[in-house]
C-alpha cells in the first residue's frame, strides 16, 4: 500500500473545503428565517444580509399588517419564497376569499387555524387549489393546532376538554382529512403527528434553537437536526439567525447541521 504524499493531502484537503463550502453555501430551503420586524427597510436589511444562504422567508403579522403586500412581492423579486403567517380564524366564506386575495401575491405557505373546523379547511383547500389553476402557484395551507402559548390551566379556562396533546393530534388528523397539506408544531409534537399522518405532510416547526444560541422566550426547544429527526419538513428559525452576531456564520452553523445529520 503507498502511503498518502503530500498532493494526496493537499487534494484531499482541497476536495474536503469543496464540499464543506457546498454544505454551508447554498440554501436549504427546509431552513424557514422569521422576518419578526415592524418595517420594510428592517426586512431588506436582513434578506440583504443573508443573501444567497437563505432562500425562504417568513412574514408574520407585525411585518404583514406594517407593510403589506409590497413586502411579498420584493421578495419575490428577489427570488425567496414566502411562507405568509397570519393563522386565519373565520368562517369558512371569508377564509376561503382570505386565501384568495393572498394567493395572488404568489405566496408558498400559509397558516389557518384548525379549529375553524371542517368546512372552514376544506374552503381553504378549494381556495388554494383554485388559486393553484388561475396563476400556477398553489400555496400550501398549514394548520395550527393548540396554540404553543396554551398550558392546561388556560386551556381548561377556554373549555378545552381532552389534553392538549390530545386535542392537537385530533386536529392534526382532521386537517389531514380536509385536504390541509400540513400542520405547524412544536419539534416534540412532530414525531406523533408524522406517525397519525403520514410521510406525505408538511411538519413545520418554530422553538429551534442550535447548540450555539440562547433559548429566549422559548419553552420547548429542539436543535435543528433534532427537529428534523422527529419528522419535521421545515424548521421557522428566528433570533438564533436574526439577532446573532453574525447572522450569515448562524445559518451556515445550521445548514452544516442539518446536512450532517440526514436521515
Ligand atoms: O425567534 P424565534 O426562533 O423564537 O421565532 C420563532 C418564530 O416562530 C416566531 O415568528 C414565532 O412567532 C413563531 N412561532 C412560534 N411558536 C409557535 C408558532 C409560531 O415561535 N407555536
Same mark, same amino acid.
Given at each position: 500500500?503507498?502511503?498518502?504524499?503530500? @498532493?494526496?493531502?493537499?487534494?484531499? @484537503?482541497?476536495?474536503?473545503?469543496?464540499?464543506?463550502? +457546498?454544505?454551508?453555501?447554498?440554501?436549504?430551503?427546509?431552513?424557514? $428565517? $422569521?422576518?419578526?420586524?415592524?418595517? /420594510?427597510?428592517?426586512?431588506?436589511? !436582513?434578506? +440583504?444580509?443573508?443573501?444567497?444562504?437563505?432562500? /425562504?422567508?417568513?412574514?408574520?403579522?407585525?411585518?404583514?399588517?406594517?407593510?403589506?403586500?409590497?413586502?411579498?412581492?420584493?421578495?419575490?423579486?428577489?427570488?425567496?419564497?414566502?411562507?405568509?403567517?397570519?393563522?386565519?380564524?373565520?368562517?369558512?366564506? &371569508?377564509?376561503?376569499?382570505? =386565501?384568495?386575495?393572498?394567493?395572488?401575491?404568489? !405566496?408558498?405557505?400559509?397558516? #389557518?387555524?384548525?379549529?375553524?373546523?371542517?368546512?372552514?379547511?376544506?374552503?381553504?383547500?378549494?381556495?388554494?387549489?383554485?388559486?393553484?389553476?388561475?396563476?400556477?402557484?398553489?400555496?400550501? =395551507?398549514?394548520?395550527? @393546532?393548540?396554540?404553543?402559548?396554551?398550558?392546561?390551566?388556560?386551556?381548561? *379556562? @377556554?373549555?378545552?376538554?381532552?389534553?392538549? *396533546?390530545?386535542?392537537?393530534?385530533?386536529?392534526?388528523?382532521?386537517?389531514? +382529512?380536509?385536504?390541509?397539506?400540513?400542520?405547524?408544531?412544536?419539534? *416534540?409534537?412532530?414525531?406523533? #403527528?408524522?406517525?397519525?399522518?403520514?410521510?406525505?405532510? *408538511?411538519?413545520?416547526?418554530?422553538? !429551534?434553537?442550535? $447548540? /450555539?444560541?440562547?433559548?429566549?422566550?422559548?419553552?420547548?426547544?429542539?436543535?435543528?437536526?433534532?427537529?428534523?429527526?422527529?419528522?419535521?419538513?421545515?424548521?421557522? #428559525?428566528?433570533?438564533? #439567525? &436574526?439577532?446573532?452576531?453574525?447572522?450569515?456564520?448562524?445559518?451556515?452553523?445550521?445548514?452544516?447541521?442539518?446536512?450532517?445529520?440526514?436521515?
Amino acid at each position: 500500500m503507498r502511503l498518502p504524499n503530500k @498532493t494526496d493531502i493537499i487534494k484531499k @484537503t482541497a476536495f474536503e473545503k469543496r464540499d464543506y463550502m +457546498e454544505r454551508v453555501c447554498s440554501a436549504d430551503d427546509r431552513i424557514i $428565517a $422569521a422576518l419578526d420586524v415592524d418595517s /420594510f427597510e428592517k426586512m431588506e436589511s !436582513i434578506v +440583504e444580509e443573508l443573501g444567497e444562504l437563505v432562500s /425562504f422567508y417568513k412574514v408574520g403579522m407585525e411585518l404583514y399588517y406594517a407593510e403589506g403586500s409590497k413586502t411579498m412581492e420584493w421578495l419575490h423579486e428577489k427570488g425567496k419564497q414566502v411562507f405568509l403567517d397570519l393563522k386565519m380564524y373565520d368562517i369558512p366564506n &371569508t377564509v376561503a376569499h382570505g =386565501i384568495s386575495a393572498v394567493s395572488g401575491l404568489g !405566496i408558498d405557505l400559509i397558516t #389557518i387555524h384548525a379549529g375553524g373546523g371542517r368546512d372552514m379547511m376544506e374552503a381553504a383547500v378549494q381556495a388554494a387549489d383554485e388559486a393553484g389553476r388561475n396563476n400556477g402557484r398553489r400555496p400550501k =395551507i398549514l394548520a395550527v @393546532t393548540v396554540l404553543t402559548s396554551f398550558d392546561e390551566t388556560v386551556w381548561k *379556562e @377556554t373549555g378545552g376538554l381532552l389534553p392538549i *396533546e390530545s386535542q392537537v393530534f385530533r386536529l392534526a388528523k382532521l386537517a389531514k +382529512e380536509c385536504g390541509v397539506d400540513g400542520v405547524v408544531a412544536s419539534p *416534540e409534537e412532530a414525531k406523533g #403527528i408524522r406517525e397519525l399522518c403520514g410521510n406525505d405532510f *408538511e411538519i413545520v416547526t418554530p422553538g !429551534i434553537r442550535p $447548540a /450555539f444560541a440562547d433559548a429566549d422566550d422559548q419553552k420547548r426547544i429542539a436543535t435543528p437536526a433534532v427537529a428534523l429527526n422527529n419528522g419535521a419538513t421545515r424548521l421557522v #428559525i428566528g433570533r438564533p #439567525i &436574526t439577532k446573532a452576531e453574525d447572522p450569515k456564520k448562524a445559518v451556515r452553523m445550521i445548514l452544516e447541521e442539518i446536512r450532517e445529520n440526514k436521515k
